[in-house]
């Protein structure tokens, strides 16, 4: 990004370069006189009047690089938060002895919503990225708050479908980060955002976060789901069903952002 905005600052300081040099040469070559002056005089206000909007455009591109390299800061810093929150809870000691890792290098694309689907065979949002800017199957995409949204599923050169966490289908490897315990979250039915085999002697409170374990290649460590609403025992003595409010807010996505590791 930063050589592309380089390049736009060098053609624009070329034109504006060749520009002044047309004047310069212009108004140097002619005789003094009122005329001339008055002529030379309404050339400077005419050049005046065409530089500034080629520096509004300038200044235009250069605002709107920024823009993105901020955006793509923004989100890398969310992601980190959640990481950091999530070490704080951990014990130093566990935590070097099971080789915890610090999260993956990535990348980060933003992505406006053009479409949605709440079909049967599956819940999905279209975006407006694809291939070109490097989208790939299967990227993990969160919202703006660094939360998981859901994964590639089908990508083109210009465009990307998303299938959401909240599609019937999905499922995504989770830790319960005051515990520390693992288990696989699902949208039932009946239930809602469900973890399903979790022991039932393990320790899990209502209001503990939920973060993806890292357990999976498709999703960073660390990735914000959301916070264990109740639990309540099923039928077998040794499994208890953990209820989820997730973070998403799914009707109000407009815009997602994609991560693409780094090789």
């Known amino acids: 990004m930063a050589k592309r905005k380089n390049k736009t600052e060098t053609r624009l300081g070329l034109i504006h370069l060749g520009f002044a040099v047309v004047i310069s040469v212009i108004i140097m070559s002619l005789p003094n006189s009122h005329v001339v002056t008055t002529f030379r005089n309404i050339t400077l206000d005419g050049a005046a009047a065409v530089y500034a909007p080629i520096q509004w455009l300038e200044n235009f591109v250069v605002l709107q690089s920024r823009y993105n390299e901020l955006e793509q800061s923004y989100i890398k810093n969310k992601i980190e938060l959640n990481r950091l929150r999530t070490l704080d809870q951990e014990n130093e000691r566990l935590r070097k002895a099971l080789g915890f890792t610090k999260i993956e290098d990535i990348s980060v694309t933003p992505a406006n919503v053009l479409s949605n689907s709440y079909s049967e065979i599956l819940t999905s949002v279209f975006v407006d990225q694809g291939k070109n800017k490097g989208v790939n199957l299967l990227d993990a995409v969160v919202d703006a708050e660094g939360n998981l949204v859901g994964k590639v599923v089908a990508v083109s050169d210009e465009n990307a479908l998303i299938q959401l966490l909240s599609d019937k ?20 039915i009946t239930e809602g955002f469900v973890i399903k085999d979790i022991p039932k002697n393990f320790s899990i409170i209502s209001g503990d976060s939920i973060v993806t374990s890292g357990y999976s290649d498709l999703f960073p460590e660390h990735i914000f789901v959301g916070r264990v609403a109740s639990i309540s025992p099923l039928i077998e003595d040794y499994i208890k069903s953990v209820q989820v409010d997730i973070a998403t807010d799914f009707n109000s996505l407009e815009e997602v952002f994609i991560l693409r590791k780094n090789d």
């Not at 830790?175 to 039932?188: A, D, F, P, Y």
């Open 169 to 188: 289908n999905f499922k995504v490897s989770i830790r319960i980060t005051q515990s520390r315990n693992t288990g696989i979250l699902e949208n039932t």
